[in-house]
C-alpha cells in the first residue's frame, strides 16, 4: 500500500506537520511493505531545513524526517521553497526538490493521500 502525506502548514506553532509525521512514521513502524511519501508544500518546506535547535523535550521535526527518509520519499515544492528563499543546500539530507507535476504523479500512484 502506499501513502501520501501532503503537508502544509510550518514545522511549528501548530501541530498539524508534527502530528502528520508522527502518523507517517507509526505507519512505517507498524505495517510491512508500506511506501511513504511526504510532500512539503507552503510553509511546510521549513520542516525539511537542516540545523533545527529546539528546547529540550520540544519535538524536532529535522529529526523526524530522519526515519521517513531512510524508508520513504520526503520532496518538498520547489516554487513554496523559492517563495521563502530556501536553498537545496539548507535541506535535511535525503530531502528532495520537487515540483507539482510529480506531486500530481504521486497522488495519481498512491493508494491513500492524507493532508494536514
Do not use: W
Not at 520540544?58 to 521553497?81: A, F, H, Q, S
Not at 520537487?98 to 494536514?116: G, H, I, P, Q, R
Amino acid at each position: 500500500m502506499k501513502y501520501l502525506f501532503i503537508l502544509n502548514d510550518p514545522p511549528y506553532g501548530t501541530e498539524r506537520s508534527y502530528n502528520g509525521l508522527r502518523l507517517a512514521m507509526t505507519l512505517l513502524t507498524h505495517v510491512p511493505d508500506i511506501g511513504i511519501t511526504v510532500f512539503l508544500m507552503g510553509d511546510a518546506v521549513a520542516c525539511a531545513k537542516a540545523g533545527q535547535k529546539t528546547p529540550d523535550g520540544y519535538y524536532n521535526l529535522e529529526r523526524m524526517l530522519k526515519p521517513i527518509v531512510r524508508k520513504g520519499d520526503v520532496l518538498l515544492c520547489g516554487t513554496c521553497m523559492d517563495a521563502r528563499a530556501m536553498t537545496e543546500a539548507e535541506m535535511v539530507e535525503g530531502t528532495r526538490r520537487s515540483s507539482m507535476s510529480e506531486l500530481a504523479a504521486c497522488t495519481a500512484d498512491a493508494d491513500k493521500v492524507l493532508v494536514f
